[in-house]
């Protein structure tokens, strides 16, 4: 089945400094990418759909300014946390669609867990 | 708005048995329906799909249901093992590029 991997896997920065989360596609090309953020014992809550050559798309209540998303190539989507507080400490993962398959099954990385002292 | 619930939240089972996992959702126009398992600090590994136009979708002890008209799905899981210790979540698709999860059922198989 289709791959993601996230890089770092755990992450550890001090407050005001910003951090960046790597999300790759292995082996497709995806042209949508997701960013979901999960606190302990929730849910998934979708931060944002991160397109190629566009700008993403943010949910409701997400800073856009914070949390800067980049999808510089059909197989990389990045998400820099700026200026990161303890608040923000959360575990990250992103998703991507592989628009080859039918019906549009998603893949998830395995997480990045984020703390900011 | 759609809103995705699971029931039970925590289920503790003795190895062996056999046991329904619970996923609700308000709206019944959906594109798919998808079954994850977490580990704990783990990312979500896919357990079964089943589009709105299927009834039900298996994989070794695994079943899972769905009836869209009233806005249900069931985990079926046979047998329960140690090994199936996690949290279930249940997911659903709103055919835009959407997913909403539910809160997940924290499943402990005591050996």
């Known amino acids: 089945g289709a791959v993601v991997s996230q890089h770092p896997s755990r992450?550890?920065?001090?407050?005001?400094t910003s951090v960046k989360i790597e999300c790759r596609s292995l082996d497709f090309q995806a042209t949508t990418m997701f960013w979901y953020r999960q606190f302990p014992k929730q849910s998934?809550?979708?931060?944002a759909t991160s397109n190629e050559g566009s700008k993403a798309t943010y949910e409701q209540g997400v800073e856009k300014d914070k949390f800067l998303i980049n999808h510089a190539s059909l197989t990389l989507s990045t998400l820099t946390?700026?200026?990161a507080h303890p608040e923000d400490s959360s575990f990250y993962i992103c998703s991507a669609r592989d628009?080859?398959?039918?019906?549009?099954e998603q893949y998830f990385g395995p997480g990045t867990r984020l703390t900011v002292t | 708005k759609q809103e995705v619930t699971q029931i039970p939240a925590a289920l503790s089972v003795p190895?062996?048995?056999?046991l329904v996992l619970n996923c609700s959702f308000t709206d019944s126009a959906i594109y798919n329906l998808q079954w994850f398992r977490q580990d704990p600090g783990k990312g979500l590994t896919s357990l079964l799909l089943i589009q709105s136009s299927q009834r039900e979708q298996t994989s070794g002890r695994l079943n899972a249901s769905l009836d869209k008209s009233s806005g249900r799905s069931t985990l079926y899981i046979a047998a329960s093992q140690p090994g199936d210790s996690a949290t279930y979540l249940c997911a659903v698709n709103t055919g835009g590029f959407k997913t909403i999860f539910g809160a997940g059922t924290r499943l402990f198989v005591k050996a």
């Open chain 1, 11 to 16: 992450v550890i920065c001090k407050s005001g």
């Open chain 1, 44 to 47: 998934l809550m979708l931060m």
């Open chain 1, 81 to 83: 946390v700026t200026s």
């Open chain 1, 99 to 104: 628009p080859g398959t039918d019906p549009y």
């Open chain 2, 15 to 18: 190895e062996g048995e056999n």
